[in-house]
């Protein structure tokens, strides 16, 4: 069963509708028996970076994140909930993350249209399983301002956006997409699919 945390931010509903679209389970839960007894963890999120980081420490959940995936579960961040997994985000002053990976998160360069929102391409950047079931240049659905600045060897793949911006992440069981797969359509739900046979 995987865990999709709900700690009051995040697309819960159409999360938890894509992972049954693949025919696995998933329950939407803030308990933290339910999340530590769960085959792998999900952690979304929308909105400000401050305000999850807040959240999710009001219910302790952002240690119980850490610990689980300290102890080897696979954990996937997506959107907001990829960007909390850096050290640190500059969104609206300066934020501590929970430092599962290594980078900051800053505003997309200035020139941009902002927010970042539709339909832009993977560009592989390594090997990952995630990616299993989908292609390199495949399309993927992305609604946000402020991007991931991590080293390359933690970047799983990019999307070009004006500027080559982090699209995607890995560091061993810690996955992030920048993307919404539950938004993605079938390229979303294989990536979905992939991470369920973690």
């Known amino acids: 069963m995987t865990a999709i ?9 159409s999360l938890k509708c894509s992972f049954g ?3 696995a389970g998933a329950e939407v839960t803030g308990d933290p028996e339910k999340i530590r007894a769960a085959d792998r963890i999900i952690l979304p999120g929308v909105g400000a ?4 980081t807040e959240k999710l420490s009001e219910r302790g959940l952002d240690k119980l994140v850490i610990e689980e995936a300290e102890r ?28 599962l990976i290594p980078g900051e998160v800053k505003p997309i360069p ?20 995630l990616f299993k079931y989908i292609k390199d240049g495949d399309h993927a ?11 390359d060897n933690f970047v799983s793949a990019y999307t070009e956006y004006g500027a080559r ?16 797969p539950e938004k993605s359509g079938d390229v979303g739900l294989n990536i979905l699919r992939a991470f369920c046979e973690l």
Not at 171 to 176: A, D, L, P, R
């Open 165 to 180: 911006l982090t699209a995607s992440v890995e560091s061993g069981n810690v996955f992030g997409c920048q993307f919404h």
């Open 141 to 151: 659905y992305f609604v946000h301002s402020y991007y991931a600045d991590c080293p």
């Open 21 to 23: 679209a693949v025919g």
């Open 72 to 99: 080897g579960k696979p954990l996937l961040g997506i959107c907001l909930g990829m960007q909390l997994l850096f050290d640190k985000s500059f969104e609206y002053g300066e934020h501590m993350g929970l430092g």
């Open 110 to 129: 200035a020139g941009l249209k902002i927010p970042h929102i539709g339909w832009n391409a993977l560009e592989f950047n390594k090997k990952t399983p």
């Open 49 to 52: 970076f401050g305000d999850a």
């Open 5 to 13: 945390i709900d700690y009051g931010v995040g697309n819960l509903f």
